[in-house]
C-alpha cells in the first residue's frame, strides 16, 4: 500500500490500523503543545492573537496592540509554525471522526477541511495586520474575524461531535 493510499484511506476511513487514530490523536497534541511553547515561552508571543474566541475587531485590534512591536515581529516570525498546525489537527481529528461516525454521519469529517482552510486564511490575515501588511480597515477585521468565527464554530461542532461519538462507541463496545 502506497503513502497515497493510506492517506486517501485514512482520511475516508478504509484504512484503519489500530495503532493510527491513538497515534495520530497523540501525535496531534503533542505537535499543539509544542508549538504553543515555541510561539509562547520561546519567542514570546503573548496574548496569541489566533486564541481569540471568538475573535471581534475590537479585541483583535486590542490583542495586536497588547502584543507591542516586538510581539507582533515574532508573531510574524513564528507564523510559519501555524500551517503545520492546521494540516495535523486537521487529518487527525478528520480521521477519527471517520473512524467514529455512522454512515448517516459522514459528513463531520469534512468539517475538518473547512475548520482548516478556515484557519489558514485566519493566519493569513492576522499575519498581515501583525505585519502591516494589511490596513486595519472594518472591511479587512470582518474578513479576519469571520475566518476565526468559521474556524472555532466547525472545530467545536467537530471536536463535540468527536467526543459525543467517543462516548457512544464506549457505550457500545462496553454493552457488548
Known amino acids: 500500500m502506497t503513502f497515497k493510499d493510506r492517506a486517501v484511506g485514512w482520511l475516508s476511513g478504509t484504512w484503519r490500523p489500530a495503532w493510527a487514530l491513538p497515534a495520530a490523536v497523540v501525535a496531534a497534541l503533542g505537535l499543539s503543545i509544542a508549538l504553543n511553547v515555541i510561539v509562547v515561552g520561546v519567542f514570546g508571543v503573548d496574548p496569541v492573537p489566533d486564541l481569540l474566541h471568538p475573535a471581534t475587531p475590537e479585541t483583535l485590534v486590542a490583542t495586536l496592540e497588547a502584543l507591542g512591536p516586538e510581539g507582533r515581529a515574532a508573531y510574524v516570525k513564528t507564523s510559519f509554525l501555524d500551517v503545520l498546525y492546521p494540516l495535523a ?3 487527525a481529528i478528520s480521521g477519527a471522526l471517520a473512524r467514529l461516525a455512522p454512515p ?15 484557519d489558514l486564511t485566519e493566519n493569513l490575515l492576522f499575519v498581515g495586520l501583525a505585519a502591516e ?12 474575524c469571520g475566518a476565526n468565527a468559521v474556524k472555532w464554530l466547525t472545530a467545536d461542532i467537530a471536536l463535540f461531535g468527536l467526543a459525543l461519538l467517543g462516548l457512544w462507541r464506549a457505550a457500545r463496545w462496553i454493552r457488548g
Open 89 to 91: 489537527y486537521g487529518v
Open 104 to 118: 448517516r454521519m459522514g459528513w463531520l469529517p469534512w468539517l475538518l477541511p473547512v475548520t482548516v482552510a478556515a
Open 133 to 144: 501588511v494589511w490596513p486595519k480597515t472594518p472591511a479587512v477585521l470582518g474578513l479576519a
